[in-house]
Nanobody
Framework: VQLQASGGGLVQAGGSLRLSCAVS????????VGWFRQAPGKEREFVAA????????FYGGFVKGRFTISRDNAKNTVSLQMNSLKPEDTALYHC?????????????????WGQGTLVTVSS
């Protein structure tokens, strides 16, 4: 399973970005997908996750309604719409996938990782 994250860039505080994660797997609909981020000098942090048929979504506590995760199983993609961005959202954002249920907020629960896309929010 290969994951390719894209959509990062430089944006001013208050702006928006839409990240995409393309998954090269025919049985994509069998995988849970999550987004994590890691800022310099900090641990990897859970951002959002979505279940197989998008029936449930989960968000990190800092999101507070600003981000929305979605998936298109026909296109093997998961998107993360990020609005009202803050400088503290600056980080390398990774998407990850796992096949089994259970915990979705821990990075150790995921089996496959993309290389990340950099988001920089200026003040």
């Amino acid at each position: 399973v290969q994951l390719q994250a894209s959509g990062g860039g430089l944006v001013q505080a208050g702006g928006s970005l839409r990240l995409s994660c393309a998954v090269s797997e025919r049985t994509f609909s069998s995988y849970y997908v999550g987004w994590f981020r890691q800022a310099p000098g900090k641990e990897r942090e859970f951002v959002a996750a979505i279940t197989l048929s998008a029936t449930s979504t989960f968000y990190g506590g800092f999101v507070k309604g600003r981000f929305t995760i979605s998936r298109d199983n026909a296109k093997n993609t998961v998107s993360l719409q990020m609005n009202s961005l803050k400088p503290e959202d600056t980080a390398l954002y990774h998407c990850a996938a796992k096949k089994n249920g259970g915990a979705v907020t821990s990075p150790t629960a995921y089996d496959y990782w993309g290389q990340g896309t950099l988001v920089t929010v200026s003040s």
